[in-house]
């Protein structure tokens, strides 16, 4: 293979990139989604792990969305 011609597989193969990233960062952003919720408790959907939904659980306080936190109390498995 002459120089030119690794020259122009290097040039059209960096536009090929450059073409690739360009379609790849017109694609539309999705808003977050609303909330799933029930009277004071919700749950806004943020992404997929596999076939499972993730997102974050949420309370309402005073009619606004408030994040919940869990806490995890250790419990001995033997006395």
Same mark, same amino acid.
């Given at each position: 293979? $002459? ?8 040039? *059209?193969? *960096? %536009? $090929? *990139? ?7 960062? %017109? ?9 799933? $919720? ?13 076939? %499972?939904?993730?997102?974050?659980? *949420? ?14 109390? %250790? ?5």
């Amino acid at each position: 293979m $002459s120089h030119q011609s690794r020259a122009v597989f290097v040039l *059209l193969w *960096l %536009a $090929s *990139l450059l073409v690739v990233g360009a379609f790849a960062s %017109a694609q539309p952003r999705r808003d977050p989604a609303p909330v799933i $919720s029930g009277t004071d408790i919700g749950f806004r959907p943020e992404g997929w792990n596999g076939k %499972a939904r993730t997102g974050t659980w *949420l309370v309402r306080i005073n009619g606004e969305w408030v994040e919940a936190q869990t806490v995890i109390k %250790a419990v001995p498995a033997t006395r």
